[in-house]
């Protein structure tokens, strides 16, 4: 099992990224100068990388040991891209089931719906490269190690998955108050995919315009809304309701 791991110094990071390791996110200190740090720079943005430019106080604290100015994370996990999940799983099933993330950025939320996706047999998760929660230690833990089971793939823009999904016959779904139909009213019986928006702003507005369907959870108390990993539950177990018989 490959653990988490932290490297520092902008030839290592660079030499990271050349040989395509699993990259979460980069952090490098404002103000940073140098041919190095610029090849750097180019890299991260080339290769779509989510990246911070932090105070060295931050860095420090990050790490005790000589960081040059860069520190990146390396995921403990490998990822796919969006043709090979999506390829690979509609060769081998009619109807399959996708978790979509936009912008969801807390790694224990992240955790805890990749451990609900592996229960309800999710097929897939999908997220962005850029402002997306990483796959950290924290992440593993609180998914029970389900991580190492699901499929995650990164993207650059979740509107580009959706439709490469939509294009290949996959139905689309928004989970969002936003609308008048809940969750109950929509069917999932066949191949679909279920997007779920960040824990401040839910899912972004030019996301909702392209989604074929949109649905909410009935709320009866007085607080507006479930944590995402909840909603997340609730929606994924409506998929496991309609589609097994025996739960009817």
């Known amino acids: 099992m490959k653990q988490s791991t932290q490297i520092y ?21 404002r103000g940073l100068r140098g041919d190095l740090s610029r090849e750097l720079e180019s890299l991260v943005r080339k290769k779509g990388i989510n990246v911070s430019y932090v105070p060295v106080e931050k860095l420090n604290r990050l790490s005790r040991n000589n ?8 995921s403990p996990i490998s990822f796919y891209t969006l043709e090979e999940l999506v390829d690979t799983v509609m060769d081998q099933k009619k109807a399959p089931l996708f978790l979509l993330l936009d912008q969801l950025s807390d790694v224990r939320n992240f955790g805890a719906i990749i451990r609900t996706a592996e229960c309800t047999g999710v097929d ?10 990483p796959v950290t230690a924290d ?11 699901v499929p995650i793939a990164k993207v650059d823009h979740i509107k ?12 689309v779904v928004g ?12 069917s999932f019986a066949n ?3 279920i997007v779920m928006g960040s824990e401040d702003r839910g899912i972004s507005p030019s996301v909702l315009k392209i989604v074929d ?14 944590n995402v990993s909840v909603a997340c539950a609730v929606f994924l177990y409506e998929v496991v309701r309609q589609r097994n018989g025996s739960l009817n």
């Open 124 to 133: 897939g998760i999908i997220i962005q490269k850029k402002g997306a929660a």
């Open 191 to 193: 191949a679909c995919a």
């Open 67 to 74: 960081h040059q100015g860069v520190i990146a994370n390396i």
């Open 9 to 29: 110094g902008v030839r290592a990071v660079i030499e990271a990224i050349n040989t395509n390791e699993p990259i979460d996110k980069v952090f490098i200190q």
């Open 160 to 171: 580009d998955a959706i439709f490469y999904l939509q294009a290949s016959g996959i139905s």
């Open 175 to 186: 989970a969002t108050e936003k609308t008048d139909t809940v969750v109950y009213d929509v």
């Open 213 to 226: 369907h949109t649905a909410k959870l009935p709320l009866l108390g007085e607080i507006a809304s479930l």
């Open 139 to 149: 992440t593993i833990k609180t998914s029970a190690g389900a991580a190492f089971m």
